[in-house]
């Protein structure tokens, strides 16, 4: 089945710092990843698409510049997390299709937890 | 856009008694309607996924949901319920004719608790 691989699964970082945090698709080939931003005992908040070869669409209130992302092939798109602070710790997941629009074959990485210290 | 509503935030149940989750969606066409579930500090597990063909869907874990157009319900069911069951349940609903691709945008979850 397809597999989503995020790296890395924890990561601790001083403020100030930043954060890359990547996701691959192991099997198959994504034109189009999501980024999900997870708090505490709440649900998945859709952060932007990123799309290869183009420019992210992020959602409403999703800082582009402080959340960087970039699909530079068809297997892997990257969420860097510019000049981190306290308030960005929380849990970040992608997720990726193989199966092209409309089939709903949506896979999840495992997730990365940052915390920013 | 869509949107999706879980009402139920919190479920306590008894192993081996049935279970249902409720989920209700706003779209203005047929959606594409998922069920995840989330252990804790884990990513996410699809438990089934509707999007056209029969509405009574089987997923893994015995876990089944059917698609009620006429309520706007996508709602979760299991007949007996596994100590192993408890976790946070995520209901998703999946379309943007917009864009050329599906945005899936989650419900609010709600959690299960499971007494032995």
């Known amino acids: 089945g397809a597999v989503v691989s995020q790296h890395p699964s924890r990561v601790i970082c001083k403020s100030g710092t930043s954060v890359k945090i990547e996701c691959r698709s192991l099997?198959?080939?994504?034109?189009?990843m999501f980024w999900y931003r997870q708090f505490p005992k709440q649900s998945l908040m859709l952060m932007a698409t990123?799309?290869?070869?183009?420019?992210?669409?992020?959602e409403q209130g999703v800082e582009k510049d402080k959340f960087l992302i970039n699909h530079a092939s068809l297997t892997l798109s990257t969420l860097t997390v510019t000049s981190a602070h306290p308030e960005d710790s929380s849990f970040y997941i992608c997720?990726?299709?193989?199966?092209?629009?409309?089939?709903?074959?949506?896979?999840f990485g495992s997730g990365t937890r940052l915390t920013v210290v | 856009a869509q949107s999706v509503t879980q009402p139920d935030i919190h479920i306590t149940v008894s192993e081996g008694a049935s279970l249902e989750l409720r989920c209700n969606y706003s779209?203005?066409?047929?959606?594409?309607l998922f069920w995840y579930v989330q252990s804790p500090g884990q990513g996410l597990q699809l438990l089934l996924k509707?999007?056209?063909?029969?509405?009574l869907v089987q997923g893994i874990k015995g876990f089944e949901a059917e698609f009620k157009r006429s309520q706007s319900s996508f709602n979760l069911r299991k007949p007996s319920v596994h100590w192993s069951d408890a976790a946070e349940y995520f209901c998703?609903?999946?379309?943007?004719?917009?864009?050329?691709?599906?945005?899936?945008?989650f419900g609010p979850g709600t959690s299960l608790s499971v007494i032995p």
């Open positions: 509707y999007f056209s063909g029969d509405t």
């Open positions: 779209y203005g066409a047929t959606p594409y």
């Open positions: 998703a609903v999946g379309a943007d004719r917009k864009t050329s691709y599906d945005k899936v945008i």
């Open positions: 990123s799309n290869e070869g183009s420019k992210a669409t992020y």
């Open positions: 997720s990726a299709s193989n199966q092209g629009r409309g089939a709903g074959g949506y896979t």
């Open positions: 099997d198959f080939q994504a034109t189009t």
